[in-house]
């Protein structure tokens, strides 16, 4: 335990990950002792006596060795990765006070530090009149609520916690996407939701004006939503916005309704609102649409502002759609008979959700860490059951390493584990790319898959490895596409189309199933 | 409600946003934030006594 000593949690993962790369040890963290990182390393086997005792200003570097001298040198490294200066600039303040003196005319802050330390610096902002963007986690909900009344009463955006991406006039904040300007907000309960829609709607040739994150629990019933209306108040004014669109993961029923309701009541705009997963089946309004998945939001928020637009996209989201259901009847003629299930491996918990809910309307019960129903419930690291997909951005994979959109290493340690089941029919990943994201990302996916691709190959099986490439053209070139499929995956453009093309790898539903699920979560009608 | 129309950003703990912001060419400033060292209990009661 080093007392006293303070790195930031991304610093924390990165060497940990460094730490681990050297090799010579089983397991190894290097965390700031708080309580939560206390109770995670006890659940890992990584809590020793003097751990216990380290306070929250205090550094625990725990590893598992298999012997007394590795753990002598591995200690000795930790050390010396811990000792290393961390880059600094002239840009860097030691604390609040003094950056914000220094700097005249601040609108924003964008907080990254342990939770339960959120609503200090948080409400110092909001005190300043300063918009806030919050990507921990772990905040108290009820320092969560208090912070949000404190920011509307402010008539400022409190953006989070646990906000994967905000883009406000074109400056990506967190993680996000270089998207063209246009007149489309986006409001997300969802960071991967917001990448997803904002990407889409960039591939469609459309833009958008602002993409605002609340925070994954804004939409929980005691959170109420606050931030939510705070967003639609601020896009209702802002000139450049002209339709809205609202993407959450599952909600509350009334919830739902309550927003919806305000929307119906007071909006002068339009609106697209994706309650990913919602099995209710909403009346279309003239101010509001439903749409059941982000693709199909998108078509349908580019027919409420762009005519051509949204017709060009309709034909090309349509002839992809053909051509995957085409992909799909030949490909399941190539699988054994044993290969019945598909496996999902995903760093967007959004993208997890949507494909949850179109392979359960194919395949029937999906395992999954985020099932609330406790029968298909599984622990992200337990052995998958028949059909299962796993959000890896859960908590349980995030203690002391970067979250999987950055760092893919237990996701492709998973993606080798489910090649090697013969009873796998076929594996869906989604690859996040811009802002934060290392390039390292599409080689070492290249690679995997390949490997993957080639262990079930000596097994004489064929694997097929979709593949969900969320980005834009500065982000991803052809020739990263062209890798990836050299290494045998197939790209999609949309999280939905993979979902539904893997559901008809395995089953092939009545054509009328078939057409009412292109039309929910395709946006096309196949005929 | 006024959503800004410049970004000038202070970036509280992980430096990536800091560099996520500044690559955007918006204008930011980061702080090295350390969480305030909490004093022993038995150190707060001596230093309250002697009017610390």
């Not at chain 1, 108290?140 to 920011?151: Q, W």
């Not at chain 1, 502002?305 to 090309?316: G, I, L, M, Q, Y």
């Not at chain 1, 002839?319 to 967007?348: D, H, P």
């Not at chain 1, 290493?409 to 594996?427: K, N, Y």
């Amino acid at each position: 335990m080093k007392k006293g000593f303070f790195r930031d949690s991304v610093q924390m993962m990165l060497l940990t990950q460094e730490l681990k790369r050297d090799g010579g040890l089983m397991d190894a963290a290097i965390v700031m002792g708080t309580t939560l990182n206390k109770d995670t390393l006890m659940r890992c086997g990584l809590l020793t006596h003097e751990g216990e005792k380290a306070g929250e200003s205090d550094t625990i570097i725990s590893i598992t060795c298999a012997d007394q001298p590795s753990l002598k040198t591995a200690l000795e490294r930790a050390e010396a990765l811990l000792s290393r200066n961390p880059e600094q600039t002239k840009s860097d303040f030691s604390n609040v006070e003094s950056a914000l003196n220094a700097s005249r005319g601040t609108t924003v802050a964008t907080l990254s530090i342990p939770g339960q330390f959120v609503k200090e610096v948080a409400s110092k902002m909001i005190e300043k009149n300063l918009h806030v963007f919050v990507f921990s986690d772990h905040v108290p909900l009820k320092d969560e609520i208090d912070l949000k009344v404190a920011a509307v009463k402010n008539n400022l955006l409190f953006m989070g916690p646990e906000a994967g991406t905000s883009i406000i006039n074109g400056t990506v904040l967190g993680f996000g996407n270089l998207i063209r300007k246009g007149n489309i907000g986006i409001i997300g309960a969802s960071g991967t939701g917001i990448q997803e829609s904002s990407t889409l709607l960039h591939l469609c040739g459309s833009g958008i004006s602002h993409a605002i994150g609340v925070g994954g629990r804004d939409m929980n019933k005691e959170v109420n939503g606050i931030m939510t209306l705070q967003a639609i108040t601020a896009l209702e004014e802002d000139q450049n916005t002209n339709a809205i669109m609202v993407v959450s993961k599952p909600v509350d029923s009334k919830m739902r309704d309550k927003i919806v309701n305000v929307v119906m009541k007071r909006s002068m705009k339009k609106y697209v609102f994706c309650f990913i997963g919602d099995s209710e089946r909403l009346e279309d309004t003239k101010e509001v649409r439903y749409a059941r998945s982000i693709q199909s939001s998108v078509l349908r928020i580019l027919e409420l502002v762009d005519k051509p637009r949204f017709e060009a996209s309709r034909r090309r989201f349509e002839r992809e759609a053909k051509a995957s259901i085409g992909f799909a009847n030949n490909l399941s003629e190539t699988l054994i008979t044993r290969q019945n299930y598909v496996r999902g491996l995903f760093a967007g918990g959004t993208l997890c959700y949507e494909s949850k809910a179109i392979l359960e309307e194919i395949l029937g019960p999906v395992f999954s860490n985020l099932s609330a129903n406790s029968r298909f419930h599984l622990q992200g690291r337990d052995e998958s059951r028949k059909n299962t997909l796993i959000d890896f951005g859960e908590g349980e994979f995030t203690l002391a390493r970067p979250h999987p959109i950055i760092d893919p290493s237990f996701r492709i340690e998973r993606l080798m584990q489910e090649a090697r089941d013969p009873s796998v029919g076929v594996i869906i990943l989604d690859l996040i790319a811009g802002y934060g994201v290392s390039k390292d990302s599409i080689e070492l996916f290249s690679r995997a898959i390949s490997e993957a691709i080639e262990t079930a190959g000596k097994a004489n099986r064929t694997l097929p490895i979709f593949l969900y490439v969320c980005g834009t053209e500065g982000e991803i070139s052809p020739s990263d596409i062209d890798s990836l499929r050299d290494s045998g995956a197939q790209v999609f453009t949309s999280n939905a189309l993979m979902a539904l093309t893997a559901g008809l790898v395995l089953r092939k539903p009545h054509r009328h199933l078939l057409r009412r699920l292109a039309n929910d979560y395709l946006g096309v009608d196949i005929k | 409600m006024k959503i800004p129309d410049r970004m000038v950003i202070v970036n509280v703990g992980a430096r990536i946003f800091y560099d996520t912001a500044i690559s955007q060419k918006a204008d930011a400033v980061h702080v090295n934030w350390r969480p305030t060292i909490k004093l022993e209990k038995d150190l707060e009661a001596i230093l309250r006594r002697i009017g610390g």
